[in-house]
T-cell receptor, first 114, second 113 residues
C-alpha cells in the first residue's frame, strides 16, 4: 500500500515569505502529526490532527499552523519565514494518533530559508 | 529541557557483533517507548516498541530493554549487519498524548564489514 506522501520534497524561500507543505497519509489513517527536524533541536513535535480537528500542539509560535481536510490530507503553513525555520519537516500518519498503534513517517520536505 | 537523551552521538561495531544503543529519559509519566531508524533523505522507520508495563520486547534481531527504575532503555541488535548503518532515535510518549513523540537526539550506528 502507498506510504505517507509529502510534497514538495525541497523548497527554497526568502525571509518574510510564507510556505505551505502538504502531507497525504496512508489510506485509512485519520491522524496526521507534523515534526520539525533541525541539527540543533532534533525532532520536535508541531501538532496533530484527527478528523479535521487539532488535538495536540507543541511549543511553536503561532506562525506555524496546520489544517486537515475531510480526506485526511493535511497541510502546514509557516508565515513570515525566519532563517531559523530552515529544517526538514516530517509528517507521520496513524490510524488513531496513539503511539501504541504506531506512526509511519513520510520522507519529509526540506525547507531552506534564505 | 531534554526529556529523552541519547548520550552517544555515534557507535561503531563490526559486522556480526552486538550493537547496543542507549537512551535515558527523565519523565516517569512516559508510558510507551519506540525506536526508529533513519537513513539520509528518508523519514524515520519504526523498528520496535515497548510498553512501560514490560521490561523486554524482541523482534527478530532487535530487542529493547526497559529499566524503569533507572529510566533507561536500550536497543540490542544481534547480529549487526552493514545494512543496519543508520541514525537510531529513541522516542517516548505520554498516555493519550495524541501524535506526540518526544525524541532523543539520535545515535549514528556504523557497522563495518
Amino acid at each position: 500500500k502507498a506510504g505517507v506522501t509529502q510534497t514538495p520534497r525541497y523548497l527554497i524561500k526568502t525571509r518574510g515569505q510564507q510556505v505551505t507543505l502538504s502531507c497525504s497519509p496512508i489510506s485509512g489513517h485519520r491522524s496526521v502529526s507534523w515534526y520539525q527536524q533541525t541539527p540543533g533541536q532534533g525532532l520536535q513535535f508541531l501538532f496533530e490532527y484527527f478528523s479535521e480537528t487539532q488535538r495536540n500542539k507543541g511549543n511553536f509560535p503561532g506562525r506555524f499552523s496546520g489544517r486537515q481536510f475531510s480526506n485526511s490530507r493535511s497541510e502546514m503553513n509557516v508565515s513570515t519565514l525566519e532563517l531559523g525555520d530552515s529544517a526538514l519537516y516530517l509528517c507521520a500518519s496513524s490510524a488513531t494518533g496513539l503511539s501504541n498503534y504506531g506512526y509511519t513517517f513520510g520522507s519529509g520536505t526540506r525547507l531552506t530559508v534564505v | 529541557d531534554q526529556q529523552v537523551k541519547q548520550n552517544s552521538p555515534s557507535l561503531s561495531v563490526q559486522e556480526g557483533r552486538i550493537s547496543i544503543l542507549n537512551c535515558d529519559y527523565t519523565n516517569s509519566m512516559f508510558d510507551y517507548f519506540l525506536w526508529y531508524k533513519k537513513y539520509p533523505a528518508e523519514g524515520p522507520t519504526f523498528l520496535i516498541s515497548i510498553s512501560s508495563i514490560k521490561d523486554k520486547n524482541e523482534d527478530g534481531r532487535f530487542t529493547v530493554f526497559l529499566n524503569k527504575s533507572a529510566k533507561h532503555l536500550s536497543l540490542h541488535i544481534v547480529p549487526s549487519q552493514p545494512g543496519d548503518s543508520a541514525v537510531y532515535f529513541c522516542a517516548a510518549s505520554l498516555r493519550a498524548s495524541y501524535g506526540k513523540l518526544t525524541f532523543g537526539q539520535g545515535t549514528i550506528l556504523t557497522v563495518h564489514p
